[in-house]
């Protein structure tokens, strides 16, 4: 029912909402487009200066963020300031520029990155959280508050292309996402609930699609207690309850005969590398193979650090960051496996980085490979040169 709206943009306004201001505009309603960015503080303040006397603030939306996403060991605090910058600098403004004003509502709009985070976006976890924690602040303040923590939406938004991009990798995890209009409905109950609780209602509300809460409930970020009321809600076995679990990878490996042991966690490994290139069965066939460079297929650095996060849960060891980069093809990293898993078995006091293990292949990345390392991995690959070279 708004009639006035200001909205701001760090950029001018582009082409391809002007459509979308005209159907507005045409509606009824009086926009005035401003470009400003709510990370600069003098940006708002002239901004808010800009509102009418007669027509007084009364409600915001903060909706702005940036992404830059990377592994957390190679993380920058640049990049970390770039995210945190819209989401903690530019919520914070709009709280302390407006908290002596009369305001029906203040809605940030969070992520469920925030919640039970998302591989590579330690920036973007820590910014949402933080506005999730503004809006607990707010409410204890008596300040109107309501922080969403979406999920990802399908069509528009910076999380579109990943949607489209992961889609099948979050069907396999139960996940759904967002459809814009559904996401409107969403939000729409979520304001209306809000202005009508007043400061009563919880400020903090999580929106996302679970199209398979079974296959969801058993996903590494369902492992967490916050989840186990949704368990018994579906009436489903809680993931910390009692039930026996299905045999896993590592139960398998270890009934497996000695001489068979490399060819089925070969198997295994080639199975999570298409899973994760999203490969189907004949590009699978056809690209992986044991002596297949893994990055040569396309695997980048976080699809990289997801392969080692899934063999450390399968395997149940203890693996470097730097693994794939290491033992760059699946025969070489099954050697090395297979190798860790024996010194697992019979090491029990002996400190594991000790056990000798299989001298990676590509010790040394090419020199393309170089820059994306972490300074850590950068350290180790020097060492083990100096020892080859003494």
Known sequence: GARHLLLLSRRSSASSVQAQLDDLQASGAE?????????????????????????????????????????????????????????????????????????????LFSSTAGLFGNPGQSNHAAANTFLDALAHYRQAHQLPALSISWGPWSEIGAAAAIVQRAGARMAEQGKGDIDPVQGMQSFAY????????????????????????????????????????????????????????????????????????????????????????????????????????????????????????????????????????????????????????SAQSVVTEQDASDVSRPEPQAAVPGEDMLDELSPEALEMILEQELDTSR
């Open 190 to 341: 979520l304001l209306q609930h809000s202005l009508s609780a007043g400061h009563t209602e919880n400020p903090h509300v999580g929106v996302m699609p679970i199209n398979d809460w079974q296959k969801f409930l058993t996903t590494e970020s369902a492992e967490q207690p916050f989840f186990a009321e949704f368990a018994r809600q579906h009436r489903m076995p809680s993931v910390t309850s009692d039930v026996a679990p299905l045999p896993d990878f590592r139960q398998q490996f270890d009934q497996t005969v000695p001489d068979q042991q490399e060819q089925v966690l070969g198997q295994h490994i080639q199975r999570l590398v298409a899973r994760i290139l999203e490969f189907d069965q004949q590009q699978k066939d056809e690209n992986i193979t044991l002596n297949t460079e893994l990055m040569a297929l396309g695997m980048d650095s976080l699809m990289a650090l997801e392969l080692r996060r899934q063999l450390e849960k399968d395997l149940q060891v203890s693996l470097r960051s730097t693994l794939v980069f290491e033992y760059p093809t699946i025969g070489v990293l099954v050697t090395y496996l297979v190798q860790q898993i």
């Open 31 to 107: 926009i005035t487009l401003l470009q400003a960015d709510v990370s600069r503080e003098d940006d708002l303040i002239r901004a808010l200066a800009a509102v009418p006397v007669d027509r007084p603030l009364r409600g915001i939306i903060h909706s702005a963020g940036v992404l830059a996403d990377g592994a957390l060991a190679r993380q920058s605090w640049e990049q970390f300031a770039r995210v945190l910058a819209p989401k903690v600098s530019g919520a914070w403004h709009l709280h302390t520029l407006t908290r002596d004003l009369p305001l029906n509502f203040f809605v």
